[in-house]
Structures are given as structure tokens and as C-alpha cells.
């Protein structure tokens, strides 16, 4: 059975850093690709990142770009997301989804994902 668990969200000041993990069961990493998305209240989810199993190859949201750092530890099927100097408008619900493939070249959207974790919540304020 396919789950992807979620955790390390919480409460952060401006300028903070959290590290969320996706931690996969069910499948290895090798074969799959992680993304991470948001949603905040009353907005559209949103793309956030995402990660070869395979290759590492990585690609980012441009307003995430230079903040953000998504990693794997394929001994750990664990996915992990270093968010560096957080903004309010980073608060949302990030989720982590997974779906079959080698090669990142792109933001890969939601709709092309096969499984999805719960959630975990993320709010920067002072």
C-alpha cells in the first residue's frame, strides 16, 4: 500500500526556516518522482518542487527559487523540503505527491500525480 507521510510543518517568524519531510512507503524512491505542493486559504494549489528518485534532477517554482532546496535520501524513501528565509505568503498546507518517472525537466503539475500525502501546515508570522 502507497502512503506518503508528511511532517515538520509549523509556526515560523519571517526570515525562519523549516525542513518538511515526505516520508514514502509502498514504493522506492528510485522509480518515482516527488513534487511538493501548496494551498493556501481561498487560493489554487501550487506547485511548489520536485525531484527525480532516480537522478536527483530537481526543478523549482521561480517563488521559491533560491529559498527553498529539495533533497532525497533514497536509503530513508524519505523526501525532504529545507524552506530558508520564510515569507507570510509561504503559509499554506504543503503537501507531497508522488507519481512514475526517471527525469525532471519541468514544474510537473498536480494532475499528473499518482498518490498523495496529508498535509502538513505552515504558517510564517510574527
Known amino acids: 500500500q502507497v502512503q506518503l507521510v508528511e511532517s515538520g510543518g509549523g509556526l515560523v517568524t519571517p526570515g525562519g526556516s523549516l525542513r518538511l519531510s515526505c516520508a514514502a512507503s509502498?514504493?522506492?524512491?528510485?522509480?518515482?518522482?516527488i513534487g511538493w505542493f501548496r494551498q493556501a486559504p481561498g487560493k489554487e494549489r501550487e506547485g511548489v518542487s520536485c525531484?527525480?528518485?532516480?537522478?536527483?534532477?530537481?526543478y523549482y517554482a521561480d517563488s521559491v527559487k533560491g529559498r527553498f532546496t529539495i533533497s532525497r535520501d533514497n536509503a530513508k524513501n524519505t523526501v525532504y523540503l529545507q524552506m530558508n528565509s520564510l515569507k507570510p505568503e509561504d503559509t499554506a498546507v504543503y503537501y507531497c505527491?508522488?507519481?512514475?518517472?526517471?527525469?525532471?525537466?519541468?514544474?510537473?503539475?498536480?494532475?499528473?500525480?499518482?498518490?498523495w500525502g496529508q498535509g502538513t501546515q505552515v504558517t510564517v508570522s510574527s
Open positions: 525531484i527525480s528518485g532516480s537522478d536527483g534532477s530537481t
Open positions: 509502498g514504493f522506492t524512491l528510485d522509480s518515482y518522482i
Open positions: 505527491a508522488a507519481g512514475r518517472g526517471t527525469v525532471v525537466r519541468l514544474l510537473i503539475p498536480a494532475r499528473w500525480y499518482d498518490y
